[in-house]
């Protein structure tokens, strides 16, 4: 067996040639003369390593080398291979080669085309700093080792189609010209991209234990990964997209992260995760987001054109037989499993070009938000709501029971923090530096009232008005006349908003004016009580009625009493009616 990997060979005897030499020979492969080559070629066996540092590689001698290595199976078998610093020349075909130990063509350039398709690395494959000026293909290769492709160059093309990587696959750095295929490859360590520039990706259908990573990639043309799985996270951050992505459908079972990454053209995003992270995120273009389950942070994202994050029931995607699949999401956490994804902030975003559907913001940080008046929202977004059933507190004892409505995560962050702990529960899952200010947060509520108002939904709208009531109505910074009459529109009729408040102040108004006028206002005789109810509610709305004498025994208190109710009466009446129109119309 021939053992020609020693890494203390002489180089060459030509001048200027560093190729390292043949066993037994003073001359390169490049420069050895056909006599000598025929006889190295009669000691070549399956199985021996190839030593050709340096050297000169024409693909003729390359081929009848490699025939030589075939086992009985018709497969080349090779041991060590060494080809650091090699230039190929011609059709390179290591098809269906079994390497059983390390693998490198460090800094190799292949002036021609070059297929490993079929390969199986055992030990250790290194390509890095490898050019490839015509198409490579590593179609169905298998890496049981590392494989390593960092800073390598593809100036025609890479296919590694249904390639499997049992360990790390770093692609770190590498530059691919045109269209690089990952289609249906497997990675079972961590796939890692960082600062790789790409003209063209395509990762369908594949799969990968510990995540991929594009950090500070560049792709100018398009990104595509669907049909995917990823059993750890989908890291883009930093990352600069110039053409169409397609992101999806996937799964990936702990978060997809996009942290400054810039996208120039139209993004589509499909997937199931437990998290999803866009802070600071660029979509100079079109973003259709549609996820399950996430939880999904926006805070200082930029959405330069109409974009939407929606909440769907199931992501489906193309097979290669032409068919419709729905993602499997069984390696999503238990924990990470909800109805529907959920809104965690968008602090600092701009969000007039945003529409949210199908989503939780229940604990969605709106603070600091921008043009959120702006803010599309459609079908079911669901807001958080106020305390069920009724509470007693020592601090508050006039909050026995909370009319329904919606609620923000601000507002229910600072009554938490001004005595109404135990009936504003809160799994602290969302946390503030500073506890927001009744006016930042009444702000909030103007901007999400706006925003209802803007796509016709004014009972939407009602909610948010009275939640921008109530923080005006706790605000320091107010005026004391000015609280004073928000306290007095919300005791009396909620805001214009709560009908039977009005109702009941009405009622109450009524009899207290009644127990008055006919205790203290009449100048001779008593009237019954049910007389005087009935002679102050008939001259509140302006009906004749006979009086028995009432009327011209009304002493100063009850003539007064009489006045104030002709004018309140109406007024409270009007804003029964108010209140209800406020939540139906359209």
Request: hydrophobic share 40%.
């Amino acid at each position: 067996m021939v053992d020609s990997t020693s890494l203390l060979r002489a180089s060459c005897h030509h001048e200027g040639c560093q190729g390292s030499t043949l066993p037994g020979a003073s001359e390169c492969l490049e420069h050895i003369n056909e006599e000598a080559f025929e006889a190295y070629l009669t000691g070549v066996r399956s199985g021996d390593n190839l030593t050709f540092r340096q050297s000169i590689i024409h693909a003729r001698r390359l081929q009848r080398i490699l025939e030589a290595t075939r086992n009985d199976r018709g497969r080349i078998e090779i041991g060590r291979a060494s080809f650091q610093g090699s230039s190929f020349f011609g059709e390179i075909r290591f098809s269906s080669a079994i390497f059983h130990q390390s693998a490198s063509f460090l800094a190799a350039q292949f002036k021609h085309s070059a297929s490993f398709d079929g390969c199986t690395f055992e030990d250790q494959a290194s390509f890095s700093a490898c050019t490839f000026v015509r198409s490579a293909r590593f179609t169905t290769a298998t890496f049981k080792s590392m494989a390593h492709f960092a800073g390598t160059k593809f100036e025609e093309g890479v296919s590694f189609t249904e390639a499997t990587f049992f360990d790390k696959a770093r692609f770190s750095d590498c530059n691919c010209n045109k269209a690089a295929k990952f289609i249906g490859a497997r990675f079972q360590g961590k796939a890692k991209f960082k600062r790789a520039k790409f003209d063209d990706i395509s990762l369908n259908a594949v799969r990968a234990d510990q995540g991929i990573t594009f950090y500070q990639a560049h792709v100018d043309g398009d990104f595509r990964i669907a049909g995917a799985y990823i059993q750890s996270s989908l890291s883009l951050s930093e990352a600069n997209f110039s053409g169409t992505s397609k992101v999806g459908p996937i799964s990936c079972s702990e978060a997809l992260i996009a942290v400054n990454t810039t996208w120039k053209g139209r993004v589509n995003v499909s997937i199931a995760t437990p998290m999803i992270d866009l802070t600071g995120a660029r979509f100079e273009k079109q973003l259709d987001l549609s996820a399950r389950h996430a939880k999904i942070a926006m805070p200082d994202t930029h959405f330069g054109m109409p974009s939407m994050v929606t909440g769907v029931t199931r992501l489906l995607y193309s097979t290669s037989e032409g068919g419709r699949r729905a993602i499997s999401e069984h390696q999503l956490p238990e924990g990470s499993i909800r109805t529907r994804p959920s809104i965690t902030t968008v602090s600092g975003a701009d969000l007039s070009n945003l529409t949210l559907s199908n989503v939780d913001v229940r604990r969605c940080k709106f603070i600091e938000s921008h043009n959120l008046e702006k803010l599309h929202i459609e079908g079911n977004v669901l807001f958080g709501g106020t305390p069920r059933g009724f509470t007693f507190t020592r601090k508050r004892p006039l909050s026995l029971w909370w009319s329904p409505r919606r609620v923000i995560a601000e507002e229910r962050h600072w009554r938490r923090s001004h005595g109404w702990r135990s009936s504003w529960p809160w799994d602290g899952s969302t946390t503030y530096r500073i506890t927001p200010s009744p006016e930042l947060v009444s702000h909030i509520y103007r901007s999400l009232r706006r925003a209802h108002e803007e796509s016709k939904n004014e009972p939407g709208a009602a909610d948010f008005y009275y939640g921008e009531m109530e923080m005006r109505r706790h605000s320091k910074s107010a005026p004391k006349i000015e609280r004073a009459t928000i306290w007095a529109y919300w005791a009396i009729c909620g805001y214009g908003l709560r009908a039977s408040r009005a109702v009941a102040a009405l009622i109450l108004l009524i009899l207290g004016a009644t127990y008055v006028v006919n205790t203290f206002g009449l100048t001779a005789g008593s009237a019954s009580f049910s007389g005087t109810l009935r002679f102050l509610i008939e001259s509140s709305i302006s009906l004749k009625t006979d009086n028995n004498g009432i009327d011209a025994n009304l002493n100063a208190i009850g003539a007064s009493l009489r006045i104030f109710l002709r004018i309140a009466v109406p007024a409270l009446f009007g804003l029964s009616l108010l209140a209800v129109r406020n939540r139906i119309k359209r």
